[in-house]
């Protein structure tokens, strides 16, 4: 920490580090997530609590992020306290409703789910949108997807036209099956998409999309050899084939041992 961000040594406790803490664990932000915050990204300590990160905390509730969402929000991507978010947030604001017709109330779902979007080049942006609509899926539909699934507009299009192909011309599935289950395209099609459906087609089996991908390997194989049907449950985080390259990725590895708050806050993308 203190190579990437010597300045942290010069900091007073009582009256930078402390305050600044103490604010982020009222808003919910449990102290352990904090710490590893910090590890990761020391910087944040040199955000000024006054002038950059209460306003730009006011800024995310005046645009309709919920305040239950805000743990989340800043454990996903930090550097959100310290951009001129006002200015972001109008930005991308407008562009999601005068490109992709999303309103105010979407856009601040789309920002609770996957922050990073605040700064995401509109170009970037606009790709796997084109590829949707040039797939001949209604303008309506394309924004449902990504309100439901933000993580659809950084994917290379590339990738998702070799999951559509796979869709269309082998799983032989009705486009509306992708307009309710958008996560579809955020999965590894070599390492998830055709391993699982090969095995269910062997066993002669047919579900939903969620429900042979949206869980674990583990789960996944319980449920192809169980005696049962197991009932599809929606949950409020999904696990997908491969991590997205985003400014401000997960901070909690995989490979450690979590808590239940630590859980809580995670967004990541399980391989």
Same mark, same amino acid.
């Given at each position: 920490?203190?190579?990437?961000?010597?300045?942290?040594?010069?900091?007073? #406790?009582?009256?930078?580090?402390? $305050?600044?803490?103490?604010?982020? #664990?009222?808003?919910?932000?449990? %102290?352990?997530?904090?710490?590893?915050?910090?590890?990761?990204?020391?910087? #944040?300590?040199?955000?000024?609590?006054?002038?950059?990160?209460?306003?730009?905390?006011?800024?995310?509730?005046?645009?309709?992020?919920?305040?239950?969402?805000?743990?989340?929000?800043?454990?996903?991507? $930090?550097?959100?306290?310290?951009?001129?978010?006002?200015? %972001?947030?109008?930005?991308?604001?407008?562009?999601?409703?005068?490109?992709?017709?999303?309103?105010? /109330?979407?856009?601040?779902?789309?920002?609770?789910?996957?922050?990073?979007? *605040?700064?995401?080049?509109?170009?970037?942006?606009? %790709?796997?949108? /084109?590829?949707?609509?040039?797939?001949?899926?209604?303008?309506?539909?394309? +924004? %449902?997807? *990504?309100?439901?699934?933000?993580?659809?507009? +950084?994917? @290379?299009? =590339?990738?998702?036209?070799?999951?559509?192909?796979?869709?269309?011309?082998?799983?032989?599935?009705?486009?509306?099956?992708?307009?309710?289950?958008?996560?579809?395209?955020?999965?590894?099609?070599?390492?998830?998409?055709? $391993?699982?459906?090969?095995?269910?087609?062997?066993?002669?089996?047919?579900?939903?999309?969620?429900?042979?991908?949206?869980?674990?390997? @583990?789960?996944?194989?319980?449920?192809?050899?169980?005696?049962?049907?197991?009932?599809?449950?929606?949950?409020?985080?999904?696990?997908?084939?491969?991590?997205?390259?985003?400014? =401000?990725? &997960?901070?909690?590895?995989?490979? &450690?041992?979590?808590?239940?708050? &630590? *859980?809580?806050?995670?967004?990541?993308?399980?391989?």
């Amino acid at each position: 920490m203190v190579t990437q961000y010597p300045y942290f040594l010069g900091m007073r #406790v009582g009256t930078v580090i402390k $305050p600044l803490v103490d604010y982020l #664990v009222s808003l919910g932000l449990p %102290k352990k997530i904090l710490a590893r915050m910090f590890e990761k990204r020391a910087y #944040v300590l040199g955000y000024d609590l006054g002038e950059t990160v209460k306003p730009n905390v006011e800024c995310l509730i005046s645009f309709g992020i919920r305040r239950e969402a805000l743990p989340s929000v800043i454990s996903q991507y $930090p550097q959100i306290l310290g951009l001129p978010l006002k200015a %972001k947030m109008s930005t991308q604001q407008y562009f999601f409703n005068f490109k992709l017709k999303i309103d105010p /109330e979407g856009f601040a779902r789309i920002v609770e789910k996957m922050p990073q979007i *605040v700064s995401l080049n509109q170009h970037v942006i606009l %790709k796997p949108v /084109e590829f949707l609509l040039g797939r001949g899926i209604p303008a309506e539909d394309v +924004a %449902k997807m *990504v309100v439901c699934c933000p993580q659809l507009v +950084a994917l @290379q299009v =590339g990738i998702m036209k070799n999951s559509y192909y796979f869709f269309k011309s082998e799983m032989g599935r009705p486009i509306k099956e992708l307009v309710e289950f958008p996560e579809y395209f955020t999965y590894s099609l070599e390492s998830r998409i055709k $391993p699982r459906y090969q095995s269910l087609q062997r066993k002669g089996i047919r579900f939903s999309l969620s429900w042979f991908l949206n869980c674990s390997d @583990q789960r996944f194989e319980e449920r192809l050899q169980g005696d049962y049907i197991e009932t599809e449950t929606m949950g409020p985080c999904f696990f997908m084939g491969g991590k997205l390259e985003l400014p =401000g990725s &997960e901070i909690v590895s995989e490979e &450690e041992e979590e808590s239940d708050d &630590e *859980v809580l806050y995670r967004r990541t993308v399980l391989l």
